[in-house]
């Protein structure tokens, strides 16, 4: 059955420095996969979509990269800031379904001053 | 602004009631789905709808049940509330765009908890 694997444990950095987070999915081929941001008690924020035949986005402080040989995503932030704090949510997409949209479990980041 | 609006913020309930919650998005999206989120187990997606009439199941869709008459409206029902069903819930709806989505936009949650 497909799978999307992303760190469970949080991921504790410093001000300043890059954080990167992982998204691994299997058994299947997405066509794009999106990031989403998510504060405590609060609905996910779309943050980026990366498609199947981009190498790499980027948007302001965020990269986002895919490799489907990998089948992997990593998402990065860099110049980080206490404000980055959230969980971060990825979403190889479609999921079997016709529009099917699930979500891997998260990761929590703290960025620590 | 896109706006997912969902009915209740925090809502108890008796184990055994009928529950209904319910969604509405403003801006004609073909795609509502419905998610619980309990901790250490992420976004599960219960029910899933492309349009008018149209449901689909989603991972865990056992104890629910979901209407879509008017595009903009979407209700999870949860026709005899257990325990079990204490959770947060979220909503969401997304535009289709060619073979797939965009970004889908989020409501702000239904924290319900069944005693």
């Known amino acids: 059955s497909q799978k999307i694997e992303q760190n469970s444990e949080a991921l504790n950095i410093q001000e300043g420095k890059t954080a990167t987070l992982t998204c691994n999915y299997t058994n299947y081929s997405p066509a794009y996969l999106q990031w989403y941001r998510q504060d405590p008690g609060r609905g996910p924020v779309f943050l980026l979509l990366i498609r199947e035949n981009e190498k790499e986005k980027r948007k302001e402080r965020l990269k986002v990269t895919f490799d489907t040989t990998l089948k992997q995503s990593l998402f990065h932030i860099t110049a980080s800031q206490p404000a980055d704090s959230a969980t971060y949510l990825c979403?190889?997409?479609?999921?079997?379904?016709?529009?099917?949209?699930?979500f891997g479990a998260g990761t929590r980041l703290a960025v620590h001053p | 602004d896109v706006k997912v609006t969902q009915s209740s913020r925090y809502l108890v309930k008796r184990t055994g009631e009928k529950v209904f919650l319910e969604c509405v998005q403003d801006m004609d999206h073909e795609n509502m789905f419905w998610y619980r989120q309990d901790p250490g187990l992420g976004l599960r997606l219960i029910y899933f709808s492309y349009d008018v009439k149209m449901k689909e199941k989603g991972d865990i869709p056992e104890g629910y049940s979901v209407s879509r008459e008017k595009k903009e409206r979407f209700s999870l029902i949860l026709e005899s509330a257990s325990t079990n069903q204490t959770s947060m819930y979220l909503c969401?709806?997304?535009?289709?765009?060619?073979?797939?989505?965009?970004?889908?936009?989020f409501g702000q949650g239904t924290r319900l908890t069944v005693v």
């Open positions: 979403a190889p997409f479609p999921s079997g379904g016709y529009n099917k949209l699930i």
């Open positions: 969401a709806s997304s535009p289709s765009q060619g073979q797939g989505l965009a970004e889908a936009f």
